[in-house]
């Protein structure tokens, strides 16, 4: 008989901290992804919200933080950090599908736009907000946490590749900070 | 020449740099240019195809003469304007396009030979013969024309690309960019600023022009310090907007550390800027006259003359000519005389003018020729009084000024002719969203700027629903702009128009007399116009000497087509960060580093990195270990990692109604806990991927697809469940990446297994085409009997996390029991030897019917791709279908790739039968295997056919068969013992 150890996605490759930004891996727990069968959004959300206190999420947030539930496409959303419930809606295990990178610090936002198109302002991305992107040459999704500090997440296969592209963003920005006006 | 005391940087400290060897002092602050004119060097280039003597033509990034290269081995960076580079200590310049020296140049006999070398001279002398031109003229003509060159060394520099978002975009930082990014800032806009000078303020830094009873210069500082203070603010120097595209975007180049000694911050960012509106202030450019050999190192426009005096305290000349047909020419010679700098004299092409100082003034002047070799000496004067020669070392011209409208026509607009300043302004509308204000739009007084700026800025943040805070507008000159036409001096000797591409009014004339009398075609007839300054300095002039030439006005001439990049953009900046691993994303198996660890070289399968073979301490060639692996598997057990193919979750109450229209067979029969292959058409019949699908659940299926098709089967279920069949209640999720998951593959794969599952399977509980949950260790995974191999095998899944884990184990378990891992060569033997199709046979052009599998296209149902898939063309025998080839004689090769032929006609085109698709060497049978297309192929089992591989030079006589070769009755794979 086996005995299995697991892995993280980014094991042996954070936590990194460069200059004023932090990189780190988070642990979001159990993850579901849920989509409502047709005409069914209501009442998962309904279930949603009585059985982990968060409903089903209009597109481009992220509601709650542990447990949370995290938009994720058309009709499609994560549910984080909790077993998900019985729902009449699609409920696949992606618990192990995602490589996840916490990013904090003065300049996390100056880091991501090296690597993502969206617009990232305070004003327009707010705590709470969720897109997915582009990252690099990778689709993923991007979170604002707080004021300075995000949550990328990439196919697990990526997670080298992100944390690349990640840390080579902040050297370059850290390296800027030391150039002479 | 410095001036004591003189120049915006007069307190720098004191900079060493070099020019082509030669140790100079500079001082923090100058432009390379600067700090050469500060020490008297006025030859910095050779001319791109005569090899004439240059000198430093303008003070900003329009520069054609000054182009120099710096740094070296791969690090060389050539083209570098000196006008725009600034200087630090250690700074080592070098001139291009002159050997043996700038002096000396050998390529300057090309000059003596102009009259030979006039525009068109290519096309009409090296015509003959027609095959030397690109081996012999041409490698000749590039070699002798040219500006600097790349090292060939790859760069080992770092660059960037980055994003920013505004509400408003202000390109340029002159008084009319400063107060429209004031007045935008503080109605609550975010606004980018952006100037490609290294420090803001436009003209401000290179006049002495008071503001508000101020020094210019202090005031724009004054003004920048404010934008700084405020958050809402961002204030980019050293960044050109290079582009202007769809929806408000913008190309920007920043020169990040051009303008320090190496560091490890990035050369260069290049950005896209998305703004809702944009504000251009970018100024304008001032043009030279066209007189006779008016290329001289010494000339230069007028306004160089001044930012070269007002910026940084340099006096370009000891004694100073001045050629204008504007005021320009007397507000030169006024700046001069307060400097102290003598002024021999300003030539006015106009009549009605005064001296406004202590200078000789000549009325209706012209310069009708120049002298001095390396660098002017002196210029003839033909006036209202007669002519004479006047020595000079440098002469300041000015014909007048061309608003920079590039910007406003990078969406195809064109520019409107304004007759009052004689150019080009933007046309409005031109860019959506985009206000032009200031000396971009031909508002030439700083008075007029400064309030044309703030005038933009309020309609703007206005149209955004802003409250523009009232401003009053600093005092500051408005005396009017006076000019006259004056595009070219008749004389003895080339009036140069284009200096970087040595294109004079003759080459013009020239074109419109050989009929290419369009603007594009006299362009490229005489290359005007090209190369890294795009003509900022030459356009004009140029097409109103074409106007003249063909006796249009020139609004009827029009320009040629604006297009990005404003300014020169390094491809290293676009591609900033593509190089190495940042080339593309890497997607790595949860065995990534236990393929590693085992010396496996990796090829690549889309994004993904797939062992190719495990070499084993003693092989040498690839094929030995591929040749082992493939005999684990049929004899013991072998371990692939499978876990890139795509995994499609599927589930709703009509999953199976929707697998049933995507796929050519039938999947609502399939029972639960079983596997069933399927085939995918596209929508024109032919075939689109293959895989195996497992039902998990009444309304819940897996889905599996080829590594390589995915993405492209995932797209496709979103488009048939979106746009055609919506009224199926199913969803789908990838769960590619949730799952690791591995083949087990061989006579003992089942005792394998059940070393490692918690409870033991058996051939009754787990029959061929079996699935459903296992649990290893606690942890529950899936387990399927499918096989690629033709073996008894199965592939076994557990949630990612535990995948190199399990991996481990299961290697170490197959290497006890005789086996071990395996890789894409051996797995790639395998299915040829049992058939197997991958994307080599379903490349897109076959159908169902091509690969024998007709009858799969149930007829009881249907599907996308049914109908199409029986057109006629489609179904008949002489297509080319899937069938075997083993070698006639056993020894011979076969290779993909090859074309088949009957065996004695001519291996040509018009006798093809078909082709190869996969080839392998099948230890397990002894001799060569290939899959291929062959004209009515089914029927064709046992006859010969020649095997002819042009490219390698490779023919085999093949016998046709099955493309089954191993085991055909599947007895392996079906394997029910429980032993």
Same mark, same amino acid.
């Given at each position: ?16 901290t460069i200059g004023s930004v ?29 059985? !982990? ?7 481009? /947030?992220?509601?709650?933080? $542990?447990?949370? =539930? @995290? ?34 610090g003065a300049g996390a936002d100056a880091v991501l736009a090296r690597l993502t198109p969206?617009?990232l302002r ?12 582009? !990252?690099g ?6 979170? /604002?946490?707080?004021?300075q $500090?995000?949550? =990328? @997440? ?10 690349h592209e990640l840390v080579q963003a902040a050297e370059n920005m850290d390296a800027r900070a030391g150039l002479s006006a | 020449m410095r001036i004591a005391g003189k120049g915006l940087n007069a307190g720098g400290a004191p900079v060493s740099f070099s020019f082509d060897g030669t140790i100079y002092e500079g001082r923090e602050g100058d432009t390379l240019a600067a700090a050469l004119l500060a020490n008297d060097v006025r030859l910095v280039g050779r001319s791109f195809?005569?090899?004439?003597p240059r000198g430093i033509l303008t003070a900003g990034s329009e520069e054609p003469n000054a182009l120099v290269t710096l740094g070296t081995h791969a690090a060389q960076d050539p083209n570098i304007r000196a006008t725009t580079q600034e200087l630090y200590d250690g700074l080592a310049a070098r001139s291009q396009n002159a050997?043996?020296s700038l002096k ?42 040219g500006l600097g060159a790349i090292s060939g060394v790859t760069n080992e520099d770092t660059y960037e690309k980055a994003f920013a978002h505004c509400?408003v975009l202000v390109i340029g930082a002159g008084p009319a960019g400063l107060m429209a990014a004031l007045?935008a800032a503080?109605?609550?806009?975010d606004v980018i600023l952006a100037d490609e000078d290294s420090r803001m303020g436009g003209r401000l830094l290179a006049e002495t022009y008071s503001v508000?009873?101020r020094e210019g210069a202090d005031w724009a500082a004054d003004i920048v310090a404010r934008l700084m203070a405020m958050d809402n603010v961002r204030l980019m120097t050293r960044t050109t907007i290079t582009g202007a595209y769809?929806?408000?975007t913008f190309g920007a180049l920043e020169r990040v550390t051009h303008h320090t000694a190496a560091t490890q911050a990035p050369r260069e960012c290049f950005w896209r800027i998305v703004a809702?509106?944009s504000i251009l202030c970018a100024g304008a450019l001032e043009r030279p ?8 190192p010494g000339i230069m426009t007028a306004g160089a003359v001044r930012a070269y005096l007002n910026r940084w305290g340099v006096a370009p000349g ?14 030169t010679?006024?700046d001069l005389?307060?400097a102290?700098v ?33 660098g ?18 440098c002469?300041a011209?000015?014909?007048?000024w061309n608003p920079t409208v590039h910007l406003?026509?990078h ?26 204000a200031g000396a971009a ?5 700083t008075?007029?700027c400064l309030?044309?700026g ?44 284009d200096f970087q591409n ?28 090209m190369a890294t300054d795009q003509g900022k300095n030459s ?23 604006f297009r990005p990049p404003y300014a020169p953009v390094s491809i290293a900046a676009m591609g900033a960060g593509a190089q190495g691993?940042g ?397």
């Open positions: 008989m086996a005995r299995l150890i697991a892995n993280t996605p980014c094991a042996g490759l954070l936590p990194k932090s990189l780190s891996e988070v642990d979001a727990g159990v993850v579901t992804l849920v989509a409502p069968f047709n005409g069914q959004q209501k009442a998962v959300s309904d279930a949603l919200k009585s059985a !982990i206190g968060v409903g089903f999420v209009a597109p481009n /947030r992220c509601v709650g933080t $542990s447990p949370r =539930v @995290m938009w994720c496409g058309m009709g499609q959303a994560l549910v984080m950090g909790v077993d998900c419930p019985d729902l009449p809606a699609q409920c696949v295990d992606h618990s192990d599908a995602w490589a996840i990178v916490r990013i904090d969206i617009d305070a004003s327009v991305f707010k705590k709470g907000h969720t897109a997915r992107t582009l !990252i040459h990778m689709t993923g999704g991007i979170t /604002r946490l707080g004021a $500090s995000f949550e =990328v @997440m990439v196919m697990r296969s990526m997670a080298a590749t992100l944390v | 195809k005569y090899h004439r050997w043996p000396r140049d050998a390529m300057a006999v090309n000059d003596l030979m102009s009259p030979f070398l006039s525009a068109g001279f290519y096309y009409k002398t090296f015509m003959w013969p027609k095959s030397f031109w690109e081996k012999v003229y041409e490698p000749i003509i590039r070699r002798a024309a509400d007045v503080q109605a609550g806009a508000d009873g769809d929806q408000g809702k509106r006259i066209a007189f006779p050999n008016n290329d001289r000891k004694s100073v000519t001045i050629f204008a047909n504007n005021d320009d020419a007397h507000r010679a006024v005389v307060e102290g003598k002024v021999a004299g300003v030539i006015d092409s106009r009549a009605d003018v005064q001296a406004l100082g202590d200078y000789p003034i000549f009325t209706n002047g012209k310069v009708v020729g120049t002298k001095g070799r390396l002017l000496e002196s210029i003839t004067v033909q006036h209202s009084g007669g002519t004479r020669d006047i020595r000079t070392d002469l011209m000015s014909g007048g406003t026509c969406m195809n607009g064109r520019p409107t002719w304004n007759d009052d300043i004689l150019s080009f302004v933007p046309t409005d509308g031109a860019i959506p969203d985009m206000t032009v739009r031909g508002v030439f007084s008075h007029g309030e044309d703030i005038a933009a800025a309020r309609a703007v943040v206005d149209t955004l629903g802003l409250d523009a805070v009232a401003v009053d507008t600093p005092s500051a000159d408005d005396s009017a702009y006076r000019i006259e036409p004056l595009w070219q001096v008749e004389g003895k000797g080339r009036k140069w128009l040595d294109v004079h009014v003759k080459d013009i004339k020239l074109a419109a007399q050989e009929n290419f009398r369009s603007v594009e075609h006299m362009k490229r007839y005489t290359t005007q116009g356009n004009v002039a140029a097409l109103a000497v074409l106007a003249d030439a063909t006796g249009r006005g020139i609004p009827e001439t029009g320009t040629t087509t691993h080339f593309a994303p890497e997607r790595h198996m949860t065995s990534h580093q236990a393929t590693l660890d085992r010396g496996a070289p990796m090829i690549e399968a889309g994004l993904w990195y797939r062992p190719s073979y495990f070499p084993k301490q003693g092989e040498t060639t690839w094929l030995e270990s591929c040749n082992r692996e493939v005999g684990m598997v049929r004899n013991t057990v072998g371990i692939c990692d499978v876990s890139t193919l795509g995994k499609i979750d599927i589930q709703g109450p009509d999953a199976a109604a929707f697998l049933d229209f995507v796929y050519c067979n039938t999947f609502s029969t399939l029972k639960e806990y079983r596997v069933r292959y399927g085939l995918m058409l596209r929508e024109d019949g032919h075939v689109m991927d293959d895989g195996t699908t497992a039902r998990l659940g009444a309304n819940h299926y897996v889905m599996t697809t080829t590594t390589a098709a995915a993405g492209q089967v995932m797209k496709h279920l979103d488009w048939v469940s979106q746009a055609l069949r919506p009224d199926l209640d199913v969803r789908f999720a990838s769960v590619t990446e949730q799952w690791a998951q591995f083949a087990v593959a061989g006579p003992k794969s089942r005792d394998l297994l059940n070393t490692v599952l918690d409870a033991d399977i058996d051939g009754e509980s787990w029959p061929f085409m079996a699935c459903g949950d296992v649990s290893i260790g606690g942890i529950v995974g899936r387990l399927f009997r499918i096989s690629f191999s033709g073996e008894h095998a199965y592939e076994v899944s557990v949630p990612a996390r535990f995948g190199a884990s399990l991996f481990r184990q299961l290697c170490a378990q197959a290497e006890a029991m005789g086996g071990g891992v395996y890789g894409m060569e051996a797995l790639n033997v395998l299915r040829i030897e049992k058939g197997f199709i991958t994307h080599s046979e379903i490349h897109g052009r076959v159908s169902a019917f091509d690969i024998g599998f007709g009858r799969m296209v149930s007829q009881k149902k249907d599907c996308i791709g049914n109908a199409a898939s029986q057109r006629p063309g489609l179904l008949e025998a002489e297509r080319e279908q899937l069938v075997g080839f083993k070698p006639v004689d056993k020894a011979e090769k076969l290779t993909a790739g090859a074309h088949l032929f009957v065996e004695g006609a001519d291996a040509v085109r018009l006798n093809d039968q078909g082709y190869v698709t996969s080839v392998c060497h099948s230890p397990t049978l002894g001799h060569d295997l290939a899959l291929g297309f062959l004209r009515d192929g089914a029927n064709r089992h046992g006859e010969t056919v020649m095997m002819v591989d042009h490219l390698r030079g490779v023919k085999t006589l093949c016998e046709v068969c099955h493309p089954v070769f191993f085991d055909p009755d599947n007895t392996r794979a079906k394997e029910t013992s429980n032993g």
